[in-house]
Nanobody
Framework: QVQLAESGGGLVQAGGSLRLSCAVS????????MGWFRQAPGKVRECVAA????????SYADSVKGRFTISRDNARDTVYLQMNSLKPEDTADYYC??????????????????WGQGTQVTVSS
């Protein structure tokens, strides 16, 4: 069973930055496309960033484009989400997810096989 563990969430003022990390317990980590999702209170979970197996392709939601950067270190079995210029509307629980059978980036929740427990990000105004 693949396990994912997010870290790096917290409270930050608007305009600040946070870096989320997701450690994956899988020796074949490079076989998985990875994504970051978020869910704000009362809203549906949405994908904010996705990255292909080798990191050559990335995708971003329009709401975070230019502010968030997804990256991965296949030697460390870890995926990251660098979040800059944070806004109060970025407040949400953030989840990483792994998709095994996706050659490029995966955007839909249904494409992902494994999920982390989430880390909370709160951006104060």
């Amino acid at each position: 069973q693949v396990q994912l563990a997010e870290s790096g969430g917290g409270l930050v003022q608007a305009g600040g930055s946070l870096r989320l990390s997701c450690a994956v317990s899988e020796r074949t980590f490079s076989n998985y496309a990875m994504g970051w999702f978020r869910q704000a209170p009362g809203k549906v979970r949405e994908c904010v960033a996705a990255i292909s197996r080798r990191g050559g392709r990335t995708s971003y939601a329009d709401s975070v484009k230019g502010r968030f950067t997804i990256s991965r270190d296949n030697a460390r079995d870890t995926v990251y989400l660098q979040m800059n210029s944070l806004k109060p509307e970025d407040t949400a629980d953030y989840y990483c997810a792994a998709a095994q059978a996706i050659p490029q980036t995966a955007w839909s929740e249904t494409e992902y096989d494994y999920w982390g427990q989430g880390t909370q990000v709160t951006v104060s105004s």
